[in-house]
Nanobody
Framework: QVQLAESGGGSVATGGSLRLSCAPSGFTLLSGCMGWFRQAPGKEREGVFGVFARSGSEEYADTVKGRFTFSQDNTENTLYLQMNSLKPEDPAMYSC??????????????????????WGQGTQVTVSS
């Protein structure tokens, strides 16, 4: 059974940094596709990063490109999202999700969250001005 646990959210000032973690059990990156999503109150869920390890493909949403960076620790089977230069438009509940075959580019497309069957509980990110 696949389970995901996110951590690392918090409150930072504009321009600050946070590193989110996603620790999956029952899933490794080679098992399929992983995505980081965020949803702010009253807004649609947005895919900010997707990775499909078997093809080596990664994709960042334009809204975070150059500021967010994905990494992984295979020893700990933990996935990270380093978020730098946080902006007032970045606050949201951030969640990781995994699924089988899915191109990374689909994660950051409209409705990219559709079809992801396994989700973590999310971690809240707040950015103060």
């Amino acid at each position: 059974q696949v389970q995901l646990a996110e951590s690392g959210g918090g409150s930072v000032a504009t321009g600050g940094s946070l590193r989110l973690s996603c620790a999956p059990s029952g899933f490794t990156l080679l098992s399929g596709c992983m995505g980081w999503f965020r949803q702010a109150p009253g807004k649609e869920r947005e895919g900010v990063f997707g990775v499909f390890a078997r093809s080596g493909s990664e994709e960042y949403a334009d809204t975070v490109k150059g500021r967010f960076t994905f990494s992984q620790d295979n020893t700990e089977n933990t996935l990270y999202l380093q978020m730098n230069s946080l902006k007032p438009e970045d606050p949201a509940m951030y969640s990781c999700a995994v699924e089988g075959f899915r191109p990374a580019s689909m994660v950051v497309d409209v409705n990219g969250a559709n079809g992801f069957g396994y989700w973590g509980q999310g971690t809240q990110v707040t950015v103060s001005s």
